[in-house]
Every structure is written in structure tokens, then in C-alpha cells.
């Protein structure tokens, strides 16, 4: 498969760099590179742009990464509780898409750290608490 341009120069350079390290044998990879193009000619007609718009902050494309990989993550779910037989293939699919949520969600609180420092973390990290920890009234 010889890919075309999608229109989308982000998408582009994904699929110019997916063409480079696939073997011209690699038809998953061909197939991926043909579905990502079509997908940001998709993104243009339903949205009226495409991924090299600017008018996103990082933080916004961090946030929307993050959603993107916790979706993922809950439609391996779905598949693995429908086919159990098929558990072992997708685990380590899921683990990395939550590994990737997990990555963003401190990559989106650096953003939001250094965009207002004075505030710090957005929210703070649950105590833990142990059996030996005592209420005070």
C-alpha cells in the first residue's frame, strides 16, 4: 500500500513515520497507516479541522489523550469480559493503555503546575490511613 496524504499534516507525519520502520510485507501496519489517514479525513469533515489546529493548549491535548487512553483501556475491558479466551492477548494491550493514561495524568499535572505554580496540584493525593490513626473531635 502506497498511503496518500490525509489532508492532516500531524497524521501525515505519523503514517510517513509507520511507513518507514514497516516491512513492505507488514500489512497490519499498512492497514493502520490507511485507517489513520482516513481517520483524519474523517476529523476534517465532522469537525471542520484536523489535528494541526492551534487553538488547543497542551493541557487540552494532554486531557484528551488521557481520555483516549482510558477509553481504550475500557474496550479491551469489554472485549476480555465478553471472550475470556481471549484475556491473555489483550492484557498487555489494556496495561498499556492504562500505563499511558497514568503517564498523561502526570505529564497534565506538570501542565497545570507550571501553568499556575501558586496552586500546585490540582488535588491533593487521598491520605492513607491505618488502624492506628485515631479520629480527632
Known amino acids: 500500500m502506497n498511503p496518500t496524504s490525509s489532508g492532516c499534516p500531524v497524521t501525515d507525519s505519523l503514517v510517513s513515520k509507520i511507513m518507514h520502520y514497516a516491512p513492505p ?6 492497514n493502520v497507516a490507511f485507517k489513520l489517514q482516513e481517520r483524519a479525513k474523517t476529523g476534517q469533515k465532522k469537525y471542520g479541522t484536523n489535528l494541526a489546529r492551534t487553538d488547543l493548549a497542551r493541557l487540552q491535548w494532554l486531557i484528551h489523550a488521557q481520555e483516549e487512553a ?12 465478553q471472550v475470556p479466551t481471549i484475556q491473555t492477548r489483550f492484557d498487555d494491550l489494556q496495561d498499556n493503555a492504562l500505563a499511558a493514561a497514568t503517564e498523561l495524568e502526570v505529564l497534565i499535572e506538570k501542565e497545570k503546575e507550571s501553568a499556575n505554580p501558586a496552586n500546585g496540584r490540582a488535588t491533593a493525593p487521598p491520605e492513607k490511613k491505618t488502624e492506628n490513626d ?3 473531635t
Do not use: G
Open 25 to 30: 510485507d507488514d500489512w497490519p501496519c499498512h
Open 70 to 81: 482510558m477509553d481504550l483501556a475500557n474496550y479491551l475491558q469489554v472485549l476480555i469480559l
Open 134 to 136: 485515631v479520629a480527632i
